[in-house]
């Protein structure tokens, strides 16, 4: 079946740390891949779409300057959360959606803890 | 856009007993719903999907039921494990984005 790879599974930093979490699918090739995010007990929100050789589409509420995603290539994209302050702390999740299919599951990754101190 | 609601936020349930739960969406561009178990800490896994020109699908004990005219899907556990305890989502994906639900805490009792 589709894997996908997130890196890493966590991270513990001090506040204003800039953090990238790499997202790779490993047997397929992804032009579409979505960053989330989830508060403890609560549910998934969508933060931004990332296209292969594209600008990234954020969701409303989301900074982008404060959340950069690159998808340079068809398996690999890339959050980098900015000078991460506490309140950025949070599990952050990646899934990838193979070629240019639609209603298809969305392949998600093993997701990364953050923790700001 | 898309909105998912889903009731209820919590759920009971003594072993072998049944366990359904309920979600609405209001994108009528909607047209495939999926349907997640999450476990402390680790990743959203697919149980169950359905797609907007099916009205029900069953995979043994799970079965979901989608009703496009109201808006409503609905996922139906039989025969309840304690190994089915679990945070389960509800998602509707317009155009690719997997808008999810509020989530549901399943707690099965042996």
């Known amino acids: 079946g589709a894997v996908v790879s997130q890196h890493p599974s966590r991270v513990i930093c001090k506040s204003g740390t800039s953090v990238k979490i790499e997202c790779r699918s490993l047997?397929?090739?992804?032009?579409?891949m979505f960053w989330y995010r989830q508060f403890p007990k609560q549910s998934l929100m969508l933060m931004a779409t990332s296209n292969e050789g594209s600008k990234a589409t954020y969701e409303q509420g989301v900074e982008k300057d404060k959340f950069l995603i690159n998808h340079a290539s068809l398996t690999l994209s890339t959050l980098t959360v900015t000078s991460a302050h506490p309140e950025d702390s949070s599990f952050y999740i990646c899934?990838?959606?193979?070629?240019?299919?639609?209603?298809?599951?969305?392949?998600f990754g093993d997701g990364t803890r953050l923790s700001i101190l | 856009g898309e909105n998912v609601e889903q009731h209820p936020s919590t759920l009971s349930v003594q072993e072998g007993d049944s366990a359904v739960i309920k979600c609405t969406y209001s994108?009528?561009?909607?047209?495939?719903f999926p349907w997640y178990k999450q476990e402390l800490g680790k990743r959203p896994q697919l149980i169950i999907d359905i797609r907007s020109n099916v009205g029900e699908k069953k995979d043994q004990r799970i079965a979901v039921t989608l009703n496009k005219t109201a808006k409503h899907f609905s996922l139906h556990i039989t025969e309840t494990q304690p190994e089915d305890s679990a945070v389960y989502f509800c998602a509707a994906q317009p155009n690719d984005k997997l808008i999810f639900g509020t989530g549901t805490r399943l707690q099965v009792f042996p």
């Open positions: 047997d397929f090739q992804a032009t579409t």
């Open positions: 994108d009528s561009a909607s047209n495939y």
């Open positions: 899934s990838a959606l193979p070629g240019s299919s639609s209603n298809q599951p969305q392949h």
